[in-house]
């Protein structure tokens, strides 16, 4: 049975650009003024032009604007079943959270329709629904009898709520209060708890910590079990692939890709990196690119510790990139920066070839080999990022060179097991060197 169903639609929101000539003293606006009250008074039964007919001045030709369209949605359509986990990805901007808040009833679409069976719980930003001036206590009480449920039922699960919340303590202080973190532990407690048929999740779980996500996640996979169906919308895509059975990809406001999670994520991940056409592991620079530079990366290879050229590893592999240059270096002080970002945009680690030795060149086509390892990672997707140093002064800089995805990660579940590592955190051996 579909709980969901949505059809042709679409969101437009009007922009509009102000039209900033110069800047206008004080000084100039009274004396136009002045001017004017003058001839006026010189001339009283002359015809003097109006304010609308003389020549617009500065002032005045700020205050002018024009306008934009633009479509946050465009002929979107889905439809969900009850009791689906579905998870709704694409980059900032794409529509994601528009049609969440849309589906939450806090947004009107401009065309098209959106049917929903069932209560709706929506945890989309931070504080969302929470009044500010009222206690924790009073807001669960309060998001309860909004989403239809009597007193009776939310005093029920009260306990359970703020258990899973962690603010015991801080039960009856006004919410404006609340870190970041605990308005978000409790409004997620809150809509996961309080029964909604329907739960949607907007990238909020990031402000937790981690303990908090993985409590969340469970809570999720646990709420769907139930039979409740869940939209999540996530940039985590480890965590998309363990919790969501199909996924629906959104660029520019429309759907281009639904279907299995993971192969939904795979069309994402080889998107984001540009590596459309190409082989995983072996990633050429565009010339477009390039041809603005002397010396510059030219083409990157991935290979595994049994020299398999490959993007798939494991927890504790070693990976080894292969990387071409091309061109006349600027200077003999020459050395290579790495840094691996995660799903998130977050730096997790990174290296330099000054820190161990410099490399000389004498000609124009070299290879550096960078050697990363063991890859105490989690599970999920990564992408490397390349740049030239000469000495102090920074040459080509290649974003998003390549990418590679942690398929198998060890559970942190022992203290001996990794006693000096945090999760999401790696150790680097590099070793770097030039091929004659």
Same mark, same amino acid.
């Given at each position: 049975?579909?709980?969901?169903?949505?059809?042709?639609?679409?969101?437009?929101?009007?922009?509009?650009?102000?039209?900033?000539?110069?800047?206008?003293?004080?000084?100039?606006? /009274?004396?136009?003024? %002045?001017?004017?009250?003058?001839?006026?008074?010189?001339?009283?039964? *002359?015809?003097?032009?109006?304010?609308?007919?003389?020549?617009?001045?500065?002032?005045?030709?700020? %205050?002018?604007?024009?306008?934009?369209?633009?479509? %946050?949605?465009?002929?979107? =359509?889905?439809?969900?079943?009850?009791?689906?986990?579905?998870?709704?990805?694409?980059?900032?901007?794409?529509?994601?959270?528009?049609?969440? !808040?849309?589906?939450?009833?806090?947004?009107? @679409?401009?065309?098209?329709?959106?049917?929903?069976?069932?209560?709706?719980?929506?945890?989309?930003?931070?504080?969302?629904?929470?009044?500010?001036?009222? *206690?924790?206590?009073?807001?669960?009480?309060?998001?309860?009898?909004?989403?239809?449920? *009597?007193?009776?039922?939310?005093?029920?699960?009260?306990?359970?709520?703020?258990?899973?919340?962690?603010?015991?303590?801080?039960?009856? *202080?006004?919410?404006?209060?609340?870190?970041?973190?605990?308005?978000?532990? +409790?409004?997620?407690?809150?809509?996961?708890?309080?029964? @909604?048929?329907?739960?949607?999740?907007?990238?909020?779980?990031?402000?937790?910590?981690?303990?908090?996500?993985?409590?969340? +996640?469970?809570? /999720?996979?646990?709420?769907?079990?139930?039979?409740?169906?869940?939209?999540?919308?996530?940039?985590?895509?480890?965590?998309?692939?363990?919790?969501?059975?199909?996924?629906?990809?959104?660029?520019?406001?429309?759907?281009?890709?639904?279907?299995? $999670?993971?192969?939904?994520?795979?069309?994402?991940?080889?998107?984001?990196?540009?590596? %459309?056409?190409?082989?995983?592991?072996?990633?050429?620079?565009?010339?477009?690119?390039?041809?603005?530079?002397?010396?510059?990366? =030219?083409?990157?290879?991935?290979?595994?510790?049994?020299?398999?050229?490959?993007?798939?590893?494991?927890?504790?592999?070693?990976?080894?990139?292969?990387?071409?240059?091309?061109?006349?270096?600027?200077?003999?002080?020459? =050395?290579?920066?790495?840094?691996?970002?995660?799903?998130?945009?977050?730096?997790?680690?990174?290296?330099? =070839?000054?820190?161990?030795?410099?490399?000389?060149?004498?000609?124009?086509?070299?290879?550096?080999?960078?050697?990363?390892? @063991?890859?105490?990672?989690?599970?999920?997707?990564?992408?490397?990022? +390349?740049?030239?140093?000469?000495?102090?002064?920074?040459?080509?800089?290649?974003?998003?060179?390549?990418?590679?995805?942690?398929?198998?990660? !060890?559970?942190?579940?022992? $203290?001996?097991?990794?006693?000096?590592?945090?999760?999401?955190?790696?150790? +680097?051996?590099?070793?770097?060197?030039?091929?004659?």
């Amino acid at each position: 049975m579909n709980v969901i169903k949505v059809e042709n639609l679409s969101k437009k929101y009007t922009i509009r650009h102000q039209q900033r000539e110069s800047y206008a003293a004080l000084r100039d606006v /009274m004396a136009h003024g %002045a001017k004017r009250l003058g001839a006026k008074l010189l001339s009283p039964f *002359t015809s003097h032009p109006s304010s609308s007919e003389l020549p617009a001045t500065s002032l005045e030709l700020s %205050a002018s604007s024009s306008k934009e369209d633009f479509w %946050a949605l465009k002929d979107v =359509s889905f439809e969900v079943k009850q009791g689906e986990v579905i998870g709704i990805i694409g980059r900032n901007g794409a529509g994601k959270s528009t049609l969440l !808040k849309i589906l939450s009833r806090i947004t009107e @679409p401009t065309t098209g329709s959106v049917k929903i069976k069932g209560r709706v719980a929506s945890l989309l930003e931070v504080g969302t629904g929470f009044h500010p001036e009222l *206690t924790g206590r009073e807001n669960i009480y309060l998001n309860g009898a909004i989403l239809g449920m *009597t007193k009776a039922e939310i005093k029920k699960k009260f306990d359970e709520i703020v258990a899973f919340a962690e603010i015991e303590k801080f039960l009856d *202080t006004p919410v404006k209060r609340y870190s970041s973190g605990m308005y978000v532990r +409790l409004a997620f407690a809150v809509a996961a708890h309080l029964e @909604p048929e329907i739960l949607l999740v907007d990238e909020v779980l990031a402000v937790g910590d981690i303990d908090f996500q993985k409590k969340c +996640l469970g809570k /999720m996979e646990s709420v769907a079990k139930e039979g409740r169906t869940v939209l999540f919308v996530s940039h985590a895509m480890h965590s998309i692939r363990d919790l969501c059975e199909t996924a629906i990809l959104f660029d520019y406001g429309r759907i281009i890709k639904s279907g299995e $999670s993971n192969e939904v994520v795979n069309v994402y991940e080889n998107h984001t990196i540009n590596m %459309a056409n190409q082989s995983p592991s072996i990633i050429k620079r565009s010339s477009d690119q390039t041809q603005s530079l002397d010396f510059y990366f =030219s083409s990157i290879l991935i290979q595994n510790e049994n020299g398999e050229y490959t993007t798939d590893f494991k927890y504790n592999d070693t990976l080894t990139m292969f990387v071409e240059l091309e061109g006349v270096p600027i200077g003999n002080n020459f =050395s290579v920066e790495f840094y691996i970002y995660n799903e998130l945009g977050h730096l997790v680690c990174g290296g330099s =070839s000054g820190a161990y030795h410099e490399i000389y060149f004498n000609k124009t086509v070299r290879m550096v080999n960078i050697k990363i390892g @063991p890859l105490f990672l989690t599970s999920g997707r990564y992408l490397v990022k +390349l740049s030239m140093m000469f000495g102090a002064v920074r040459g080509d800089t290649w974003e998003y060179a390549a990418g590679f995805t942690i398929r198998e990660c !060890k559970p942190f579940k022992t $203290s001996w097991e990794i006693p000096t590592f945090r999760e999401g955190t790696c150790i +680097l051996q590099q070793s770097f060197s030039e091929e004659n």
